[in-house]
């Protein structure tokens, strides 16, 4: 399985944008890129995913390099109910049973 | 539509013992999967069934077993308890659609477990 290398920890600002990197550089071709992030005392729920193009949905955005070898999750303004553990997961997605690894993942903080 | 759900909430036992917990999936969904999160870490995977029948399994030992049931509910066993099974036990459910299960997993609460 691909490993991710995410930082330990990051502060925001309530109301200001918050990148989120990860570095994935054994990332093979067939990896797509998920992002599951857990609030204090609840399971992870599920964030975003791609594969090789920059994904938008109403929670975030995931920007993708080119070389697919680094990931940024994007939080356009910050909420305090966004003060989690962001975890970045590869996955290999055709014909798999959808088993996921997690690493140890960004806690966020958001000050007010 | 109620979402991923699991019991008991809490549990206490001591070592040697042996827990049940149960997990019904989402609504539609038909894979249950199951991961152990100790305090501070990042949720491991310990097993995925899928057709009544256990299809992947992470690096657990035999002391970890499961069920599913026709109805797509889950329970996952663990005999002789130790110390270090005291954990947060997730369940996690998602569709299996043309032999892949699809991209997104949805996670229930979870059961604390803790072992004296």
């Known amino acids: 399985d691909a490993k991710t290398t995410q930082p330990n920890s990051m502060e925001s600002n309530e109301e200001e944008p918050v990148h989120l990197p990860c570095n994935h550089s054994t990332i093979s071709g067939t990896d797509y890129i998920h992002w599951y992030r857990q609030l204090p005392s609840q399971g992870p729920e599920y964030v975003i995913h791609?594969?090789?193009s920059n994904v938008n949905n109403r929670m975030a955005s995931l920007a993708i390099a080119e070389d697919r070898k680094s990931s940024t999750l994007i939080l356009h303004r910050a909420t305090l109910r966004d003060a989690a553990v962001y975890y970045c997961?590869?996955?290999?997605?055709?014909?798999?049973?959808?088993?996921?690894?997690f690493g140890q993942g960004t806690t966020l903080q958001v000050k007010p | 539509d109620a979402g991923v759900t699991q019991s008991p909430t809490h549990l206490i036992k001591t070592r040697g013992q042996q827990v049940t917990l149960r997990c019904s999936p989402k609504?539609?969904?038909?894979?249950v999967s199951w991961y152990q999160q100790a305090l501070g870490q990042g949720p491991q995977f310990i097993f995925q069934?899928?057709?009544?029948?256990?299809?992947q399994r992470g690096n657990f030992p035999d002391r970890f077993s499961g069920h599913q049931f026709p109805n797509y509910s889950s329970e996952l066993n663990v005999n002789a308890l130790l110390l270090g099974d005291s954990a947060l036990y997730l369940c996690a459910s998602s569709f299996n659609f043309e032999g892949a299960t699809q991209e997104t997993q949805y996670f229930g609460p979870g059961t604390r477990l803790l072992v004296l």
């Open positions: 069934y899928y057709e009544e029948e256990e299809r």
């Open positions: 791609g594969l090789t």
């Open positions: 609504s539609g969904h038909d894979t």
């Open positions: 997961i590869l996955k290999w997605s055709s014909g798999n049973t959808g088993k996921l690894i």
